[in-house]
């Protein structure tokens, strides 16, 4: 069983052994190691359940540790990191020589971000005055599943696979994940920076911010092992459906029939069966984001046959919390 606890010394000391700890971030909690620590790459892996050809992100506390792991530093990234770090903005850029081939997976490019939570800030200036301060961190969750946006999520995910030497950070409620959605991914390392990921940054923020259009999609060699290219991610284990209004109006009393069944809806249905438990979601776009893996794990512990979820509005706001849905829905 992993450690449970509030203490940044003690997060800070197990990082230092080499050992996994799963601490709170603005956007979700993370499983970090040691970025130059192999064994604890090696561990992070494991624990998590994830193929060796997907890189990690690097976390680290500031601008100088930045310039110290990458080749290069433009125009561009300087623009972004000024405007959004520490925050939830991953760049990607060109990997120098420093970080383990293990952790990058063997790219050339590297992921790297300055969280703006205010335990993983502290951990990561500790943790660089008395070790590397690098700590790559995929979230903290196995692989496929829904992330985590609170320790006892964390608990469920990946306690049988850490160990007593490794810490899960418990941060009060009110020091969860802000966001509760994953960071944005922009990559630097072409002409034109493109979002590998949408997630809190939104896409007109990053064109106002460097003064030009960007694209959404995938890196120039559009290889598999990069974000969005993998159908199915952050699903719950139960059947999982996102619906439109009406078609939950003419399908509800069917779907209810196989079991218990949760909704959660923007507007009630007419139509109701015993089966079916119905709770209003949140309206705005930032809450709705806060609460959505929280939701969508602790439903995943009740035991039910589906769960279904109103088809969010569109509109920027809402792009993030659509491409999660589309890929939880996809397993
Ligand atoms: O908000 C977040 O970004 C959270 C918190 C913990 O920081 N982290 C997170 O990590 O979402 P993870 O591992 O679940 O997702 C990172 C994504 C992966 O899809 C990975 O393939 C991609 O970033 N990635 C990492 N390095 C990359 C690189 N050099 N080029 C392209 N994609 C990369
Ligand atoms: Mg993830």
Redesign the pocket.
């Known amino acids: 069983m992993p450690k449970l606890t509030s203490e940044l010394s003690l997060a800070i000391e197990s990082l230092q052994k080499g050992k996994l700890v799963a601490f709170p ?1 603005e ?4 499983l970090g190691g040691d970025a130059t620590n192999q064994e604890a790459i090696k561990r992070i892996f494991k624990v998590k359940g994830r193929p060796s050809n ?4 690097l ?1 680290v506390p500031n601008l100088e540790t930045v310039k110290k792991i990458v080749l290069d530093w433009s125009l561009n990234e300087s623009k972004l990191a000024k405007k959004f770090w520490p925050g ?1 903005l ?1 760049l ?1 850029l060109k990997n120098g020589n420093l970080i383990s081939q293990s952790a ?1 997976a063997g ?1 050339k ?3 790297i ?1 300055i ?1 703006s939570h205010p335990f993983a800030l502290s951990m990561l200036r500790s943790f660089s005055e008395i070790g590397s301060g690098i700590v790559a ?3 903290a969750n196995r692989f496929g599943y829904v992330s985590t946006t609170n320790a006892r999520d964390v608990e469920f995910s990946l306690q049988n696979y850490l160990d007593e030497t490794d810490v899960i950070v418990n941060s009060s409620p009110r020091n969860n994940c802000q966001f509760g959605l ?2 944005t ?1 922009v ?1 630097c390392t072409t002409n034109s920076p493109k979002i ?2 949408v997630g809190v940054i939104k896409k007109s923020e990053i064109e106002s911010c460097i003064g030009k259009t960007v694209d959404v999609g995938l ?1 120039e060699d559009g290889k598999i ?3 969005g290219t993998c159908s199915s991610h952050y699903s719950p284990k139960t059947k999982f459906k996102v619906m439109t209004r009406a078609q939950i109006e003419l399908n509800l009393s069917k779907l209810c029939e196989g079991g218990k069944t949760f909704l959660w809806y923007f507007q009630k249905p007419v139509k109701t069966s015993q089966n079916l438990t119905a709770e209003v979601a949140p309206s705005t776009a930032p809450e709705y984001g806060r609460q959505l893996y929280s939701k969508l794990n602790n439903l995943d512990r009740r035991g039910l046959n589906l769960i279904i979820f109103e088809e969010p509005p569109t509109g920027e706001d809402w792009n993030a919390i659509c491409d999660r849905l589309e890929k939880a829905k996809s397993r």
């Open positions: 971030t956007t979700v909690f993370g997907r890189p990690l992100i976390h939830p991953t990607i990058v790219k490019t590297v992921a971000r969280p961190a995929p979230s994953e960071s991914i990559d590998l990921r890196t092992d990069y974000p």
